[in-house]
């Protein structure tokens, strides 16, 4: 009896683990490498597999050793500039020991030897967030995490807090709040913006004149830094 309850706990452990394996639903290529153009468009980085069926297999490098030095430097920017971009003061956040080099990796894209550049992967706890990611300007944001894929090149840490205000109207600044807990191991990392609340704002048309909608921006975002991504994530692909 003990052994037969052994085994049906191994087995329900084992049917978890495979349900919360990354997938892009609905996926309609066929398998691929999941690649970075983080130092330009001819050196690409491979970060993992996505199968026939959609599950992805990430696995980050652990070097960049095949990358020539050149295109490196070229790429790789100020940590202030890479993680606290959009900070009023992103300069001042960070000593001059503290501020590694490090960039950002941009979308995750799906490669073939046939075709570079197949689609791309948006990473999100709600599908909803995507409009707001691809066009922030017109799109409502809500409260949910997108995650992104950045290169450090040392460990790096950080906790503490940022204000970043853009003008919208005369009477109205738009203001967000990002509280930053970051433990980054030198290499590839994910971040996590969490959006914990959005106000509404009234911003002018794009199309039309004397015009103003309504839209939601973030007012807080916490984020966070870890190896993978929460088994929530949504992987929505965009196909070319």
Do not use: R
């Not at 919208?168 to 913006?193: A, K, S, V």
């Amino acid at each position: 009896m003990k052994k037969s309850l052994l085994f049906l706990m191994l087995l329900s452990l084992q049917i978890c683990i495979a349900q919360t394996k990354p997938k892009a639903e609905n996926y309609p290529l066929k398998a691929m490498d999941l690649v970075v153009f983080v130092f330009g468009m001819d050196y690409p980085i491979t970060i993992g597999t996505i199968s026939d069926s959609g599950e992805l297999n990430f696995k980050l490098p652990n070097n960049i050793n095949s990358i020539p030095e050149v295109a490196i430097e070229n790429s790789m920017s100020d940590a202030a500039f890479t993680l606290f971009p959009k900070c009023n003061n992103n300069y001042d956040i960070l000593t001059e020991t503290e501020n590694i080099k490090a960039v950002n990796a941009g979308y995750i894209s799906l490669s073939s030897k046939e075709n570079l550049y197949s689609g791309l992967l948006f990473m999100v706890t709600d599908e909803n967030l995507v409009p707001w990611l691809e066009e922030s300007y017109s799109n409502n944001a809500v409260k949910a995490s997108y995650f992104e894929l950045v290169y450090v090149e040392n460990d790096f840490n950080y906790q503490g807090e940022c204000t970043a205000t853009v003008t919208n109207t005369e009477n109205d600044t738009i203001e967000t709040i990002y509280n930053y807990n970051l433990q980054l191991n030198g290499g590839f990392n994910f971040i996590e913006y969490k959006i914990e609340s959005v106000v509404e704002h009234e911003i002018p048309s794009m199309y039309e004149e004397n015009v103003f909608i309504k839209i939601a921006k973030p007012s807080k975002i916490t984020v966070t830094s870890s190896q993978s991504t929460p088994p929530d994530t949504k992987w929505i692909g965009k196909y070319f």
